[in-house]
């Protein structure tokens, strides 16, 4: 009897034993969950902090800085196709009031992509800053957003999305065109020596509007308080020549003469220490007019590609091109990332609708199937 007792006794602490641990196991179980539960909710109202988890795949915000419409929607609706979702991002500036529904485009890649706030933009002002900040200041809310491209309206891609990706995500610098501002023409310079002491004249820079930028030097542009006001008020464009004013025009044309948005981005990244992260060139490609002739306001744009200049041969020749030379600073850029050789140009502009449909056709942007041209990602 002694021995059924003990073994009795024993069974019921092994059995009480077991019952702790299934209590305990179903505590911590329910702990995990409300845990878990509450990390959800967290994340959920708070997606636009610094803790909101990211992914690993990094995404490319594409910033369209467009006057209307997109009239080269065609083309890019078959870049964007051909891509993952998940890797690319679209926001666009246009004139307040424009509503990219599918009135204004037929590519369901643009519905609703545009800025809410937009403002007015005139050429060769510092209103073209100001969008342009908008754009990136838009971008930056999502964190998977990781590299920065601003295009214009007659912009077009000059690779596939998968090339494209792999080029810019592969490099830690930003794409700036940077250099000094030097000319043989003191009647020609663009610093404004009312700008000292905000703006040291060693830090005057120019360079092409269209830029890639890494995250951190899109946040430096997009928050900038301080050389931006500087650029409002002593940045202005000269008045363009009209023989029609006669004499009126004439005086204009001895002010100073400033184009905004040629000069701040790598200006104000100079400022701030920042060139040495740079490949100091632009990605987007563009003819500018050859004419010397002072009076011809033409020189201020650069020459628009038709049907007829958009040959296979062009285009190729634009691609073949692996180094930029500057000649004031005698400075040679050769392209590639890192350490690899590569094209200098992923994109150029400015080109026609069809200039951009014989990009279309003849597959630059991938494969062109005319049956599926505006079909819905999905």
């Given amino acids: 009897m002694t021995g059924k007792k003990r073994f009795a006794s024993k069974s019921v602490i092994f059995l009480l034993i077991l019952i702790c641990i299934v209590v305990i196991v179903g505590l911590l179980s329910q702990f995990k969950l409300q845990s878990s539960s509450t990390e959800f909710s967290y994340y959920n109202h708070h997606d636009n902090l610094l803790e909101y988890p990211i992914k690993d795949n990094k995404k490319i915000a594409f910033l369209f800085l467009v006057r209307d419409n997109l009239p080269l929607d065609f083309l890019w609706h078959n870049f964007f196709k051909n891509a993952d979702p998940e890797n690319f991002t679209i926001y666009i500036h246009s004139k307040p009031g424009i509503l990219f529904d599918k009135s204004v485009t037929k590519s369901a890649f643009f519905y609703n992509r545009q800025l809410r706030n937009s403002v007015e933009v005139g050429w060769g002002t510092p209103t073209m800053i100001e969008a342009e900040k908008l754009l990136f200041k838009a971008a930056l809310d999502d964190p998977r957003n990781q590299i920065f491209v601003l295009l214009s309206d007659s912009c077009v891609p000059l690779y596939n999305f998968s090339y494209i990706y792999k080029y810019l995500i592969s490099s830690p610098r930003s794409f700036v065109d940077s250099f000094i501002d030097a000319t043989d023409d003191p009647r020609e310079k663009r610093y404004n020596p009312e700008m000292s002491p905000d703006i040291p004249e060693d830090k005057w820079r120019k360079g092409s509007q269209w830029i890639t930028l890494v995250r951190r030097h899109a946040e430096v542009v997009a928050y900038d308080h301080d050389v931006f006001p500087i ?100 400075r040679t850029e050769w392209c590639g990332t890192r350490s690899s050789s590569g094209p200098c140009y992923l994109f150029a502009r400015k080109f026609s609708r069809g200039a951009a449909m014989r990009l279309l056709t003849n597959g630059v942007v991938g494969p062109y199937d005319p049956s599926t041209l505006f079909l819905d990602p999905t």
Wanted: negative net charge.
């Fill in 231 to 330: 650029f409002e008020k002593h940045c202005k464009r000269r008045p363009l020549l009209d023989l029609s004013k006669g004499n009126e025009s004439l005086i204009e044309q001895q002010q100073h003469n400033c184009i905004p948005d040629e000069h701040y981005v790598p200006t104000l990244l100079a400022m701030r220490g920042y060139e040495v992260e740079l490949e100091r060139r632009t990605l987007t490609y563009s003819l500018w007019n050859q004419s010397t002739e002072p009076m011809n306001t033409q020189a201020w744009h650069p020459v628009t590609f038709g049907f007829s200049s958009a040959s296979q041969k062009n285009i190729q020749d634009i691609k073949d091109i692996d180094h930029v030379y500057f000649k004031f600073e005698n």
